[in-house]
């Protein structure tokens, strides 16, 4: 019942903005760390923007200055802002996160995926 759904990816031109959307649907009773990757074929999947329980964020090098990560804990949702979009950004983007999923118990979720592609 309880997963990860993305939303909001689609097709954009380089230097353009995109923003991906992340909810947990099922009603789980929270979310605690979330984490945005992405996954280029031929490539392995990398990270690309963290945000703690408590809204501490992280980047990686290649996207600082460029994507925002935030969350909605209200609507158990995550949100990646992608701005000055690159060619090399190009990719599908997963969502992963830990999951309270009842009072006692919680659990590590990736969502299936949203395709970004970026024309130059």
């Known amino acids: 019942q309880v997963q990860l759904v993305e939303s909001g990816g689609g097709l954009v031109q380089a230097g353009g903005s995109l923003r991906l959307s992340c909810a947990a649907s099922?009603?789980?009773?929270?979310?605690?760390?979330m984490a945005w990757y992405r996954q280029a074929p031929g490539k392995q999947r990398e990270l690309v923007a963290s945000?703690?329980?408590?809204?501490?964020?992280g980047y990686a090098d290649f996207v600082k200055g460029r994507f925002t990560i935030s969350r909605d804990n209200a609507k158990n949702a995550i949100y990646l802002q992608m701005n000055s979009l690159k060619p090399e950004d190009a990719a599908v983007y997963y969502c992963?996160?830990?999951?309270?999923?009842?009072?006692?118990?919680?659990?590590?979720?990736w969502g299936r995926g949203t395709q970004v592609t970026v024309s130059s």
């Open positions: 099922g009603r789980p009773r929270g979310i605690n760390g």
């Open positions: 992963n996160g830990n999951l309270q999923v009842t009072a006692d118990s919680n659990r590590w979720f």
């Open positions: 945000i703690s329980a408590d809204g501490i964020t």
